[in-house]
C-alpha cells in the first residue's frame, strides 16, 4: 500500500450449511479511495475465473478508506488434479519438480 497508515487484513472462512468457501480482503487506513477506471488485470481476472471456474462470485466495495471485496465459491466445485495431468507439467520445469521465484526488493541484497 502506498499510504503507511492502510492496513490489510484477508481472511477465510467455510460455510458448513451452504458448503461455501469465503475469502475477505478488507482495506483500511486509506484516503480517497475510488474504484479505478478501467479495472485492473487482477481485478478482472478474479472476477472471470470465480464464476466459470469455480461457480463462485466476487463482490467489490470501493470505500473511502479502502477496497472490500468477497469473494464466495461452493467447495462441491473442487476438482481434483491427478498425478497424470502434474507429472508434464513438471517435467516441462527446468530442475525438475518445485520451482520457486524469489523477488528482491529494490535496495536490499540478499
Do not use: K, Y
Amino acid at each position: 500500500m502506498s499510504d503507511p497508515h492502510g492496513r490489510l487484513e484477508v481472511g477465510w472462512s467455510i460455510d458448513t450449511t451452504s458448503r461455501e468457501v469465503r475469502i475477505v480482503w478488507s482495506e483500511t487506513g486509506l484516503h480517497g479511495v475510488r474504484e479505478p477506471q478501467p479495472a485492473g488485470f487482477g481485478s478482472t481476472l478474479i472476477e472471470t475465473v470465480t464464476p466459470f471456474e469455480l461457480g463462485g462470485a466476487v463482490r467489490r466495495r470501493f470505500r473511502p478508506h479502502g477496497l472490500l471485496c468477497e469473494i464466495r465459491f461452493p467447495l462441491a466445485r473442487r476438482r481434483e488434479v491427478g498425478m497424470a495431468e502434474v507429472r508434464p507439467a513438471l517435467a516441462a520445469r527446468p530442475n525438475g519438480s518445485d520451482q520457486r521465484t524469489r523477488v528482491d526488493r529494490p535496495g536490499q541484497d540478499g
